[in-house]
């Protein structure tokens, strides 16, 4: 079975500049979650979907971020103006209704701004 | 609100000694706690998951209890080795609302050395 999988794994941009992240979850998993992780911290949510709905964005920085998951399975993060405390790595995970709250998770990508 | 705390950021032991993460967490509902290993450059893995009070769960060497008396699922093992350095996270989903929604504590930096 596949993982989940995110491109790109690195990204490197100036303040202002824009990017997207994409992550393609495992085949059936309805939940996906993208987090943000800084450096040697914790993983913070950011947004969830069920199948194509937001259950909770409550945490994204809505001036900049998006998020969005038409189809229901996979699913876009864009920065729109990109600032150096942006810098971390954003993973993606997604979850099975049926596995008792377990997440799988990309590998994740890397942002640096400068 | 529903948290996790880990209160040593970093931990480092000579290989073959025992081991011991801390983990606390703090809710109101019924909780369902997990353990993440994080190795560099990698994505977050499963390593241990309860919601059964007083049950020890045991997976690659690694045990932990869920206590809900002192909120409490410690990590342990009885001889650590050089391949488990890395990061490791406790997080918290509680099952009554929000299914799935991880908590993420801070983190623990587990290093081993020869």
């Known amino acids: 079975e596949a993982g989940v999988t995110q491109s790109p794994r690195y990204a490197v941009l100036q303040e202002g500049q824009a990017v997207s992240f994409w992550c393609d979850p495992i085949?059936?998993?309805?939940?996906l979650y993208w987090y943000q992780q800084p450096r040697d911290q914790g993983p913070q949510l950011l947004v969830y979907f069920r199948d194509e709905a937001v259950i909770d964005n409550s945490q994204l920085p809505s001036d900049r971020f998006s998020a969005v998951r038409p189809k229901g399975t996979n699913s876009t993060l864009k920065i729109q103006s990109a600032k150096q405390g942006d810098t971390a790595t954003y993973l993606c995970a997604s979850r099975h209704r049926a596995s008792q709250n377990t997440l799988y998770f990309g590998a994740g990508t890397r942002l640096s701004v400068l | 609100g529903d948290s996790v705390t880990q209160t040593e950021g970093l931990v480092t032991l000579t290989k073959g000694l025992p081991v011991m993460l801390n983990c606390t967490y703090q809710t109101t509902y019924s909780p369902f706690l997990f353990w993440y290993v994080q190795h560099l450059n990698e994505a977050p893995k499963l390593l241990l998951k309860s919601s059964t009070d007083n049950k020890r769960t045991e997976h690659q060497g690694f045990y932990a209890t869920l206590h809900k008396s002192s909120s409490s699922f410690h990590l342990q093992k009885s001889s650590v080795q050089l391949s488990d350095s890395a990061l490791y996270f406790c997080a918290l989903s509680v099952l009554n609302y929000n299914q799935g929604k991880l908590i993420f504590g801070q983190g623990t930096k587990l290093s081993i050395k020869p």
């Open positions: 085949s059936g998993h309805d939940t």
